[in-house]
């Protein structure tokens, strides 16, 4: 018998609607857990089809940030979004977070799924499972929350698309989402059809909704480094479906050069607009590090790039944004900030690099008070050692004739985003042998 049948004999029939499961004596929930346990050593295949822990463990291979949505962003109702995400290393076990971070009531997801996408909304025959949580089919995510699914026995290649189905009956009022993903998705018309490879197609999305990480059951040497960033780490400006933010080209670098069984994963933890020190578009970095990064499964290694924002946002007064956006903050404030970061990362154990910050000259919020605080920042990164490493990003794509700019080939048009190509020179000036520490199986090369 499943533990989920053995929950139900003590929940009213209405459990599903209430959202809570009923409290139930101490000595019952201390026997059940003893008979799970017992369960799960002695009947095979369940033990062997969530893997032996000795040998390996959950990593992060894909995930966004979320952020709050704006009042006037529409919700959902009778519809099915599926949901395209490129993952950074492959298994054959996998597992997908949802997050309802934002959400002002519970949000039930009543039927979700996975496949490896075939073309657009279609999924490729043979590789569609269903999602549950705890055993069954739906799940119910209060205000605030956070939800694994169960784990799914589905084999995946490295960078693979894949597209993840879910169905809700109800308005859901507006989403936590993560609005530029530079990705499309897709909304149905009315209906469920997470049961479906070839979902009927109301509308496209570059918007993620709830859906925040893919697991997958890797070899327990494998890691993942999170980049903790904004808009430039998020990828603003890149092609649509390409896969050309900076952390993508970092991905297949590093698939390339650890080509054994321990592997490393990449996973975004950019927003635009992003702050170190100040709410703006999504929480700032240090009220979100803890969600973002601290708590990624197999986190190993950080890169933050951030300060620009923080730097420029001050300077568009004539803009009608609020106060909050337009807080001034020292160089001396953006470096107390970052160095809380660097203390709370490496309070877990992880490894942490700097990324200096891009050249802006010509950038809608430039100044040249802003250019002194972005060259004091950049000098702290660089000659403080208070990092673990420096990655010289704003080395990497500065003009040699003007290096308060980005060279025109590495510029977007904006003066602040790079282009492609630029956030692949990014990507190559990262020294890869800063990620061989704890690693036993990688190339012989070095990129």
Do not use: C
């Not at 599926?82 to 290393?89: A, D, E, L, P, T």
């Not at 975004?268 to 601290?294: C, E, K, Q």
């Not at 190993?300 to 568009?316: A, M, T, W, Y």
Request: proline share 6%; glycine share 10%.
């Amino acid at each position: 018998m499943k533990v989920n049948e053995l929950l139900s004999r003590t929940n009213p029939p209405d459990s599903r609607e209430a959202g809570v499961v009923p409290v139930v004596r101490r000595s019952f929930l201390l026997g059940l857990a003893l008979a799970v346990t017992a369960a799960i050593l002695v009947v095979g295949p369940l033990g062997s089809a969530l893997g032996d822990s000795s040998r390996e463990r959950w990593i992060g291979t894909w995930s966004t940030s979320p952020v709050a949505p704006a009042p006037s962003e529409p919700g959902f109702l009778d519809q099915t979004l599926r949901q395209i995400v490129r993952i950074g290393i492959g298994g054959d076990q996998l597992r997908v977070r949802f997050s309802n971070s934002f959400g002002t009531a519970p949000l039930t997801i009543d039927a979700a799924s996975i496949g490896v996408q075939k073309a657009a909304a279609a999924i490729r025959a043979g590789t569609l499972r269903e999602l549950t949580f705890g055993g069954e089919p739906f799940v119910s995510i209060p205000a605030g929350a956070r939800v694994l699914s169960d784990p799914v026995a589905l084999s995946v290649s490295a960078e693979e698309n894949l597209a993840i189905s879910l169905y809700v009956a109800e308005d859901t009022g507006p989403p936590t989402l993560h609005g530029l993903a530079h990705q499309t998705s897709y909304v149905s018309p009315p209906g469920d059809f997470t049961d479906l490879d070839d979902m009927p197609v109301d509308a496209e999305t570059t918007s993620w909704f709830w859906l925040t990480g893919v697991e997958v059951l890797a070899h327990r040497g494998s890691r993942a480094v999170v980049t903790l960033g904004d808009s430039i780490t998020e990828g603003f400006a890149s092609t649509p479906n390409a896969n050309a933010r900076y952390p993508d080209a970092l991905q297949r670098r590093l698939l390339r050069k650890f080509r054994g069984k321990p592997k490393m994963a990449v996973l975004n933890a950019g927003i635009s607009g992003n702050r170190i020190l100040t709410d703006v578009f999504g929480p700032n970095a240090l009220a979100r590090l803890d969600r973002d990064v601290l708590t990624q499964s197999g986190v190993s290694h950080v890169i933050l790039l951030e300060g620009i924002n923080d730097i420029g946002f001050p300077e568009l007064g004539g803009f009608g944004f609020p106060p909050e956006v337009l807080r001034e903050v020292s160089a001396e404030q953006i470096i107390a900030g970052t160095k809380q970061i660097i203390a709370r990362a490496h309070a877990r154990g992880l490894t942490i690099f700097g990324g200096t910050i891009l050249p802006f000259e010509g950038a809608l919020y430039f100044t040249e008070a802003g250019e002194a605080k972005r060259q004091a920042v950049n000098d702290w990164i660089r000659t403080s050692g208070a990092f673990d490493a420096v990655i010289d990003f704003d080395a990497a794509i500065r003009d040699p004739s003007n290096p308060r700019r980005m060279l025109p080939a590495f510029d977007s048009g904006d003066n602040l985003h790079p282009s492609d190509a630029g956030y692949q020179a990014m990507a190559e000036v990262v020294d890869l042998k800063l990620f061989r520490r704890g690693t036993t199986d990688e190339a012989d090369d070095d990129d």
